[in-house]
């Protein structure tokens, strides 16, 4: 399958590093920008995936899950 763009996809994760991981290294995005935590509460990372500046944008800011009992 071969991708050739998105339309400003924001995705929300408790874990930027691992879901970054995820769409750099298996899904070939390349990162266009980053805002740290103290720009975007939680961070934030833009993908690429063709000439658009940004297709995705990865957004820390979701909470963690809870504990299970």
Same mark, same amino acid.
């Given at each position: 399958?071969?991708?050739? /763009? *998105?339309? &400003?996809?924001?995705?929300? #994760? %408790?874990?930027?590093e691992k #879901?970054?991981?995820?769409? #750099?290294?298996?899904? /070939?995005?390349?990162?266009?920008?980053?805002? #740290?935590?103290?720009? %975007?509460? =939680? /961070?934030?990372?833009?993908?690429?995936?063709? %000439?658009? &500046? &940004? =297709?995705? %944008? *990865?957004? =820390?800011?979701?909470?963690?899950d809870p504990?299970?009992a």
């Open positions: 399958m071969k991708l050739n /763009g *998105l339309a &400003h996809l924001a995705i929300r #994760t %408790a874990d930027l #879901t970054l991981q995820f769409y #750099t290294e298996v899904m /070939g995005f390349r990162v266009s920008d980053v805002y #740290t935590p103290d720009v %975007a509460p =939680g /961070g934030m990372v833009f993908l690429r995936c063709n %000439a658009d &500046h &940004h =297709g995705v %944008a *990865l957004v =820390g800011s979701m909470p963690p504990p299970s």
